[in-house]
């Protein structure tokens, strides 16, 4: 699996999109997927949902500059897959 991040900069918003076989996709927790988030100090914490009820996009913002570590959760074929990542944000030009 692929994590697409429609920006990478500071302070902007960002759309995650995930290169995710949606076949027999169903909702976990209430949603179509989670996403979390925890930067390199393990000083800030993210839970993102997605957009919307029916596609797993989520939209969020980094803050700071750094590393980031990003786990996406979706349930498919009755099973919860979870999926590491790993981001650099870099800061305003």
Do not use: C
């Amino acid at each position: 699996m692929k994590l697409n991040l429609s920006s990478a900069q500071a302070n902007q918003p960002v759309t995650l999109t995930f290169n995710l076989d949606k076949t027999n996709l169903t909702p976990y927790l209430g949603a179509m997927g989670h996403v979390v988030i925890l930067d390199e100090n393990a000083q800030n914490f993210l839970h993102v949902h997605p957009a919307n009820d029916k596609e797993p996009v989520f939209e969020t913002q980094f803050k700071q500059p750094g590393i980031y570590k990003i786990w996406a959760e979706f349930k498919q074929n009755g099973k919860v897959r979870a999926f590491p990542f790993v981001v650099e944000i870099k800061g305003e030009d």
